[in-house]
């Protein structure tokens, strides 16, 4: 193969990946693809590896609804010549969560929009950033929310209608907060235990998780009414 067949120019590209020019600018700025050579001012050359990684972003968002950060490890490890195996646990953290996101999608949305989408007042909005459920403001003038936080909002303005107060709502900070730690003791103790041995597969890990929480949850839920029915009882007996 000659050096001119191993590479493209954006036409190319754009014609053998079915991706947008805009598309490819955006995923170039991000830092996914590797940056072309340029033989002059406006003439750019990319290597022909540049439309499987496009390709390959695609399959991500599409069939596994990864965020392009995660996406960007990926590749990454993909050039390194790991075995992506490896790299799966960040499959599995995000499948977690695919039927609470936005459609699978990047889009962002400012707060006017994001206030519109999930019905959350101005005040609900910032107790829910002091508490750390909600992206917390940047020093940039445009805050920006992700499809993430659309879900999460939505559903907590759920239960705020249901008669939860905003305080009450600190519980799910502590939530988030002990979910990170669980991921870090994930990667730490299964996925990164052993060097170069194989780990349990991805959907068996995230059963034995899941069952542990749903477990630990209908023991709490089941203490609870227990110890209150038992309560009413003793009242109703004592009328």
Do not use: W
């Not at 990684?53 to 390194?80: G, H, M, S, T």
């Amino acid at each position: 193969m000659t050096q001119e067949s191993k590479e493209c120019k954006m036409s190319d590209l754009v014609r053998l990946s079915g991706v947008s020019k805009q598309t490819i600018h955006f995923y170039l700025r991000e830092g996914l693809l590797l940056p072309p050579v340029r033989s002059s001012k406006n003439m750019a050359y990319y290597d022909r590896s540049t439309v499987d990684d496009i390709r390959f972003i695609k399959e991500l968002q599409e069939k596994y609804y990864l965020p392009l950060a995660v996406i960007k490890e990926i590749l990454k490890a993909k050039r390194e010549g790991q075995d992506l195996g490896e790299k799966d646990h960040l499959l599995m953290f995000n499948q977690l969560f695919l039927q609470a996101r936005n459609g699978g999608s990047d889009e962002h949305f400012d707060e006017d929009s994001f206030l519109a989408k999930t019905g959350l007042t101005k005040k609900e909005l910032h107790q829910l950033s002091l508490i750390g459920i909600i992206s917390q403001p940047t020093e940039t003038e445009n805050r920006l929310f992700d499809g993430f936080d659309l879900a999460i909002a939505r559903a907590l303005k759920e239960l705020i209608t249901m008669g939860l107060d905003l305080e009450d709502l600190m519980l799910y900070g502590d939530f988030l907060r002990l979910s990170r730690r669980e991921a870090e003791l994930v990667h730490d103790r299964i996925f990164n235990r052993y060097a170069g041995e194989k780990h349990q597969p991805l959907k068996e890990i995230q059963i034995r998780l899941e069952k542990v929480k749903s477990l630990l949850t209908a023991k709490a839920y089941r203490e609870f009414f227990i110890n209150h029915r038992h309560h009413y009882g003793t009242e109703k007996g004592g009328n």
